[in-house]
């Protein structure tokens, strides 16, 4: 499964942006039994969790850092996941990844993702 990070820029602090990851799907492979789930990696810093979503878009999980300031949500007619963010900080700053679960439920486990974009850049200044 290929999957396509877009959305990112370069915004000031207090901003808001939309990342979307796609899966084109021109194999006929689809994302929508899968769990999803962004990463970011800041330079100089290992990739860390942001947020999951199950494959039904029931459940989902967020890191301390961006609980109440992001949402990730998915689409799956759409083959879709979305993640907004919202009051971004300089923090925020670093390269998002998408990638889709081995299974169908949460996880913050970088391990349990079998399959990644190829990340969008946000930075965001203050």
């Known amino acids: 499964v290929q999957l396509q990070a877009s959305g990112g820029g370069l915004v000031q602090t207090g901003a808001s942006l939309r990342l979307s990851c796609a899966a084109p799907?021109?194999?006929?492979?689809?994302?929508?039994?899968?769990?999803m789930g962004w990463f970011r990696q800041a330079p100089g810093k290992e990739r860390e969790f942001v947020a999951a979503i199950n494959w039904r878009g029931g459940t989902t999980s967020y890191s301390d850092s961006v609980k109440d300031r992001f949402t990730i949500s998915r689409d799956n007619a759409k083959n879709t996941v979305y993640l907004q963010m919202n009051g971004l900080k300089t923090e925020d700053t670093a390269v998002y990844y998408c990638a889709a679960g081995r299974g169908s439920t949460v996880t913050s486990n970088t391990q349990e993702y079998r399959y990644w974009g190829q990340g969008t850049l946000v930075t965001v200044s203050s």
């Open positions: 799907g021109r194999t006929g492979r689809t994302i929508s039994n899968n769990s």
